[in-house]
């Protein structure tokens, strides 16, 4: 299919070539590997997060099942699927039937501040190692600061540095779409490797206190 042919052939190109990534590899082990991204979108977070969750106008068409991201679609709520439909032909037998596929599951969906999603993408959906791909949204002057987080990892049988650096390049390609479909703030050009800091564990951190904290405080804080 289209989709593990454009993952091998750029993975072939990576390896072959010197030249600087747009997103980064933060780690690797034996068994797995985390990519990470940042942009900066001319956008507010409300039109970013509406956005995010319409990837057929932004995800790449070379990166889908079908060759088309319009058959793309997303329900940001947990359990949602990031799922495609792929259009069965003309031929009047069982080739004609529509197919589809689940991309990945909505694992986490806090409007305007973070999606997360668990699958594996592309030709990872046929290993057994598990991906999680997080995207978190601040607000910024001018804008919205967008980081993209994929943390892989389990049994696979693609070789780590190849895998890692295909999927990080891809990766950086659907958040450049994101970013095209909105805008890059001015002084931005391509997605830019992001400074080597965590992903936010969880955006109840930020929010207001919940009736659970004001009823029994911050537990962390004892001994």
């Known amino acids: 299919m289209r989709h593990?042919?454009?993952?091998?052939?750029?993975?072939a190109t990576l390896l072959a070539s010197a030249g600087p990534?747009?997103?980064?590899?933060?780690?690797?082990?034996?068994?797995?590997f985390v990519t990470?991204?940042?942009?900066?979108?001319?956008?507010?977070?409300?039109?970013?997060?509406?956005?995010?969750t319409k990837p057929?106008?932004?995800?790449?068409?070379?990166?889908?099942?079908?060759?088309?991201?319009?058959?793309?679609?997303l329900t940001p709520q947990a359990g949602g699927c990031f799922c495609e439909t792929i259009p069965g032909g003309d031929a009047g037998n069982a080739s004609a039937m529509d197919g589809s596929a689940l991309h990945a599951t909505v694992v986490q969906a806090f409007p305007l501040?973070?999606?997360?999603?668990?699958g594996g993408l592309g030709p990872l959906q046929g290993e057994p190692a598990e991906g999680v791909l997080t995207i978190t949204l601040k607000e910024i002057p001018g804008g919205t600061r967008v980081l993209?987080?994929?943390?892989v990892g389990g049994p696979m049988?693609?070789?780590?540095p190849v895998i890692s650096a295909a999927v990080d390049q891809v990766m950086s390609q659907?958040?450049?779409?994101?970013?095209?479909?909105?805008?890059?703030?001015?002084?931005?050009?391509?997605?830019?490797?992001?400074?080597?800091?965590p992903v936010v564990d969880d955006p109840a951190d930020e929010a207001e206190p919940s009736a659970f904290d004001e009823q029994f405080g911050d537990l962390d804080e004892e001994e």
């Open 174 to 197: 659907q958040l450049a779409g994101l970013r095209s479909r909105l805008g890059a703030l001015p002084g931005t050009s391509a997605p830019a490797v992001s400074d080597p800091e």
């Open 157 to 160: 049988r693609f070789e780590i």
């Open 21 to 32: 990534l747009n997103a980064e590899v933060v780690s690797t082990t034996p068994t797995g």
């Open 56 to 73: 057929a106008d932004w995800w790449n068409d070379d990166h889908t099942w079908s060759g088309d991201a319009a058959n793309l679609t």
């Open 36 to 52: 990470r991204d940042t942009a900066q979108i001319a956008a507010p977070p409300m039109a970013v997060w509406l956005a995010l």
């Open 148 to 151: 993209w987080e994929y943390n």
């Open 4 to 11: 593990i042919t454009a993952f091998a052939a750029l993975a």
């Open 113 to 118: 501040k973070v999606l997360r999603l668990r």
